[in-house]
């Protein structure tokens, strides 16, 4: 069989599909919690937790100063 077509293959990993799941018995699993930390330096969207935060924070002063029954005035 050549490359070309075994890379065409759909099938080409059937044989791997009913294999057990391999578990060390050196190391004990990695908690999840310490399996996402790994990629939180990675997040797509750097500041976007701080945005977030800041809009609630205005969204939460507004709702605040409209129940006093004042205007509310946003600062830059």
């Known amino acids: 069989m050549s490359v070309a077509k075994e890379k065409k293959d759909p099938h080409r990993y ?3 599909l ?3 799941h391999p578990v060390s018995k050196k190391h004990k699993q990695m908690a999840l919690l310490d399996r996402a930390a790994q990629f939180a330096p990675f997040a797509a969207l ?3 937790g701080e945005q977030v935060e800041e809009t609630a924070q205005t969204a939460y002063e507004r709702i605040v100063t409209e129940e006093a029954g004042e205007a509310f005035e946003e600062s830059p």
Do not use: R, S
Request: no cysteine; proline share 11%.
């Open 14 to 16: 059937d044989d791997m």
């Open 18 to 20: 009913d294999l057990p």
């Open 46 to 48: 750097a500041g976007y």
